[in-house]
């Protein structure tokens, strides 16, 4: 739905209430036309239902709006007497239309000096409850929304485990784009597990003014360009999706409207020069580890790696025992020999496990591995006597990578060596031809809705034959910090600005192993709670002063009520 169609839309609305309501506006001492008059109606209705001329706003902000539409009704028909409760569930379920059995078979008689207050416990529960989930939504719209990162993309810079705060007005709130969706939910509604939102209609795209757009090392939250799935880790065939109910990602900003990007043997460079990280930031690479006595788990984590695979030897092993082990193996091989090899992450299988279900196991040390290790990881390990060289694993140029943008034979790049590739930025113009639609027929097609076709040698976009194409919007590269095990833009391509949510800045918790499901073993990281993401330095935890604070707030508080009690008992 473009924006003279939301206009057609908003004004059919206007006709539907002023021909539902406009008698109920002359009884309450109102004028016909006043009815009729967008805006100037809502105010007028919200003095007829003895409520805040503010109201009027909530009813022009998406999703908040579906929340309040449902009180409007009622408010109105209760101030003409339509009390009962059939009457209440009646105008709901008629989505408003009751109110012209009101307005034209009833001779309902305006209430001036209702009572506003609910009748019943009930009734004041539902009431607070209402106004609770319009304030919430709210907020998560348009100010903060909580956030949990679910995958390894940001390892070390944001852990797996980490719940944040994201902030929606730094870049500006994006309005929500979905017209018709349940609040405070993205894509799907709890223990129903169905679609949260419906298609149609949608709401042009439109973002409120923020404090700046997403610059280069700002960590970026996005709705994820190559959504599809309905369901994660469910095989089934694609959706197509709403923007705003596409899935959220976190990741780093490292190219900017009208950058030329180029990956070099595992570094970004942009425009010809090596990009900088923040000081923050903690990237992580593959390194192959050589020792001539063994590489043993021990040392890697003695050197804080965690992202590694380890193989154990067992003698002989039998079905029972390989079922008992399945939760902590990913898999399991007979050799020629007759012994059995059992992988795992770094985790490896509880000494518990092992004696309960009477194994005799050895791991393996052998004298190369490879393990996804910060710079800070490598060196420690460099300077440790057992190691004997650390190498960061890179990918050598002109070998074509699995799954790599622009997923054309012409450009084989891999996630180490990659480009160089223009991001495009509103009003810049670049030359289309066979060789450089891989690039951006994406955006033009996805994301500006064009039809985009080629035939032999030429490129027709809506119908036209094409050398060229100028953008109508910005567009970002986006990388995760754990470079080798991230899918971001090397896979996708650009993010569009529509795309953009919001940046995270407050980490409130952090759980250690928060992949394993929280349970009453869980590990809090300490370090971490309260923490700011940006910044310089290391990061400092708020906890302990926020625990202060509402020490003393609630100290204050005691002898505040204290003292009120003293006055009113004097």
């Known amino acids: 739905m473009n924006g003279t169609q939301w206009i057609l839309f908003i004004l059919l609305v206007q006709v539907i209430h002023f021909l539902g309501t406009w008698k109920l506006y002359v009884k309450a001492g109102r004028k016909a036309w006043e009815a009729a008059i967008p805006v100037y109606n809502g105010i007028v209705l919200m003095q007829i239902i003895n409520r805040p001329k503010w109201w009027v706003l909530l009813l022009f902000i998406p999703i ?15 101030s003409f007497g339509q009390n009962k ?8 379920l008629t989505l408003g239309f009751y109110s012209y059995v009101v307005n034209y078979s009833m001779d309902a008689e305006y209430i001036v000096d209702r009572d506003l207050k609910p009748r019943t416990g009930l009734g004041e529960w539902v009431s607070s409850i209402v106004f609770a989930v319009v304030a919430a939504t709210f907020v998560h719209t348009y100010f903060i929304q909580p956030y949990v990162i679910p995958t390894g993309s940001l390892e070390r810079t944001l852990r797996v485990g980490d719940f944040l705060f994201v902030s929606k007005f730094h870049f500006g709130a994006r309005t929500p784009m979905t017209a018709i969706a349940a609040p405070m939910v993205h894509d799907t509604l709890p223990i129903l597990k169905t679609k949260s939102y419906v298609n149609k209609p949608q709401i042009p795209y439109f973002r409120l003014p923020g404090l700046s757009s997403p610059k280069k090392n700002d960590l ?20 197509e999706k709403p923007i705003d109910k596409k899935s959220n990602y976190v990741k780093r900003c490292v190219g900017t409207p009208g950058d030329s990007l180029e990956i070099i043997d ?56 390989l079922n008992g082990l399945t939760p902590y193996i990913y898999d399991a091989r007979k050799r020629e020999d007759g012994k059995f090899e059992l992988y795992t992450e770094k985790n490896g299988i509880p000494t518990d496990v092992i004696r309960g279900l009477r194994l005799g196991l050895t791991e393996e040390t052998p ?71 891989p690039f951006y027929k994406k955006a033009i097609r996805d994301y500006e809705k064009n039809d985009v076709k080629v035939s032999g040698e030429k490129v027709f976009i809506n119908g036209k034959e094409v050398s060229s194409y100028t953008f109508k919007q910005d567009y970002y590269w986006m990388m995760g910090d754990n470079r080798d095990h991230s899918e971001d833009s090397r896979a996708w391509g650009y993010v569009a600005a529509d795309h953009i949510v919001g940046k995270p800045v407050f980490i409130w918790l952090s759980f250690d192993n928060f992949q394993d499901g929280i349970t009453f073993n869980e590990k809090m990281r300490w370090d971490r709670v309260f923490t700011t993401v940006g910044g310089d330095g290391e990061p400092v935890s708020y906890f302990r002063y926020f625990l202060i604070a509402l020490a003393g707030w609630f100290v204050f508080d005691f002898f505040r009520k204290r003292r009120k009690s003293k006055s009113q008992n004097a």
């Open 367 to 437: 004298r190369q591995r490879l393990a996804n290790l910060t710079f800070e990881m490598a060196e420690s390990l460099k300077k440790n006597q057992l190691i004997d060289s650390v190498v960061m694993y890179v990918e050598p140029k002109g070998k074509a990578g699995y799954n790599v943008f622009p997923q054309s034979p012409l450009y084989p790049w891999n996630t180490d060596n990659f480009g160089p590739i223009y991001i495009p930025e509103a009003g810049a113009t670049v030359e289309i031809n066979k060789n450089t639609l």
């Open 64 to 78: 908040i709006n579906l929340l309040m539409f449902p009180v409007v009704w009622v408010e109105t028909i209760r």
């Open 220 to 239: 970026v939250v996005f709705s994820w360009p190559a959504d599809t799935v309905r369901v994660f880790f469910k095989a089934e065939e694609g959706v």
């Open 85 to 92: 409760l059939w009457q209440t569930w009646a105008v709901i």
């Open 266 to 321: 595992g570094f970004v460079h942009i425009n010809g020069e090596k990009l900088e990280l923040s000081y923050r930031a903690k990237p992580m690479y593959d390194h192959v580890i050589y020792s001539r006595k063994g590489v043993s788990s021990r040392l890697l984590n003695e050197a804080g790696a965690d992202d590694y695979k380890r193989k154990f030897i067992a003698s002989s092993i039998n079905q029972s025992q």
